[in-house]
């Protein structure tokens, strides 16, 4: 889709601070989310909770909790879509 879109440079300067702070808080969330992989991966090595994750995800909407070669990675769902971490 291609067009045009005419505003106010007040306009643009306020639609480019709120993408800046939409990276901000999107990488607050993704470094949350990597903190709570660590704390969930120290959950794991004491108790097996595979059948708790699993009832989670089948309930949950917004993320998915998996475990991989013994990690905890939680996988961030947005309009059904996985979040990707651009770090990795």
């Known amino acids: 889709m291609t067009g045009t879109v005419t505003m106010t440079i007040d306009d ?3 639609l480019k601070l709120g993408a800046s ?3 901000i808080e999107r990488q607050g969330l ?3 989310a990597k903190e709570l992989e ?3 991966t ?3 090595t004491r108790e097996n909770i595979e059948e708790h ?3 989670f995800n089948s309930y949950s909407k917004t993320c998915k909790v998996r475990l991989i070669d013994g990690r905890a990675k939680i996988e961030l769902i ?3 879509k996985i979040i ?3 770090e990795d």
Do not use: P, Q, S, W
């Open 38 to 40: 660590v704390f969930l």
């Open 53 to 55: 994750l699993n009832e």
């Open 42 to 44: 120290f959950l794991i």
């Open 78 to 80: 947005d309009n059904g």
């Open 21 to 23: 702070a939409v990276k």
């Open 30 to 32: 993704l470094k949350a």
């Open 12 to 14: 643009y300067e306020t």
């Open 84 to 86: 990707e971490d651009e």
